[in-house]
């Protein structure tokens, strides 16, 4: 299994996810001007600031040329994890239902947090159950999820909704306390946690570790 | 070339905590008996074909999921 990690001018943790990715496979870096995903065999947008945040987070990002061959790919099953500000991009590439508000806090914080998982077969948790917590850092200004009530009914009938934040841990003030989502098919996931962050036990956890292990098990 | 502004606001009904703040800051300054407080942004451009904003806005200005525009001219 080849990860592919894309770093656009602006991304900040695009080395970690390098670094996660090449514990369970082989990893390379995709340049956000390069309309070329270099025979990967799984996506992943990292976390970081992509052309500054202007405008509003992830809007610049989505047009960048990388991503139409993200958007082909994943419309062809491709497996795609967005991380993030990467979680920011592939909403607002239309991959991912609903956007990303401002903390209701407004302020920008770094916490672990705990998350529930409440779909283990999406590509990316099919390395664990439902109902296992798994123990994360979160740190954003805009990760308050949000998707209109009649979508949200939508997403837990469909069983998209990936992840939740454990009770107690919704900081951000997501809906319906959700910290993960993923498209219809669940090849592509998006949450705002960074699971690359969590992948040795020496930093607190390595609990994230599983969702690059779910990729890394699904048949290239 | 024609100059446009373009208003964008948080839709109806989502959580606005930029508004909610300044209307808590300003009785604090003593200004009182305000309310509904929404905080957005302006973008102003000069534009050839002004047909073409309403494309613009749905594409890349606004994100439609969350926020209402209006364009001006």
């Not at chain 1, 602006?10 to 514990?23: F, I, K, P, Q």
Request: net charge negative.
């Amino acid at each position: 299994m080849k990860f592919g990690v894309v770093r656009f001018p602006g991304t900040c943790d695009e080395v970690d996810a390098y670094l996660a990715a090449s514990r369970v496979g082989d990893a390379e870096i995709l340049w956000h001007a390069d309309p070329d995903l270099k025979g990967v065999d799984a996506v992943i947008v990292p976390g970081g600031f992509s052309y500054g945040d202007h405008l509003r987070v992830g809007a610049i990002a989505r047009f960048a040329p990388v991503m139409a061959e993200v958007e082909r790919f994943a419309a062809g099953g491709g497996l795609v994890l967005g991380i993030c500000n990467g979680f920011q991009v592939l909403c607002e590439a239309g991959l991912l239902p609903g956007a990303l508000l401002p903390n209701t806090s407004l302020k920008f914080t770094c916490r672990q947090v705990d998350l529930e998982v409440v779909n283990a077969s999406t590509s990316w948790t099919n390395a664990t159950a439902v109902g296992d917590t798994l123990s994360i850092p979160a740190k954003h200004t805009t990760g308050r999820y949000y998707a209109s009530d009649a979508t949200l009914d939508e997403l837990e009938a469909n069983g998209q909704v990936v992840l939740r934040y454990a009770a107690g841990h919704n900081f951000n003030g997501s809906v319906r306390d959700i910290a993960g989502v993923s498209n219809k098919a669940g090849n592509v996931v998006g949450l705002m946690p960074h699971p690359e962050h969590a992948v040795d036990p020496l930093t607190g956890s390595a609990d994230g570790l599983k969702l690059f292990a779910s990729a890394a098990a699904v048949p290239a | 070339m024609s100059r446009v502004r373009v208003l964008i606001r948080p839709k109806a009904g989502i959580l606005d905590p930029q508004g909610q703040t300044v209307e808590r800051a300003l009785p604090a300054l003593g200004f009182e008996g305000v309310t509904n407080v929404h905080v957005g942004r302006l973008v102003e451009l000069d534009v050839e074909d002004p047909s073409q904003l309403p494309a613009m806005c749905e594409k890349l200005l606004a994100n439609p999921l969350i926020e209402d525009y209006e364009i001006q001219s």
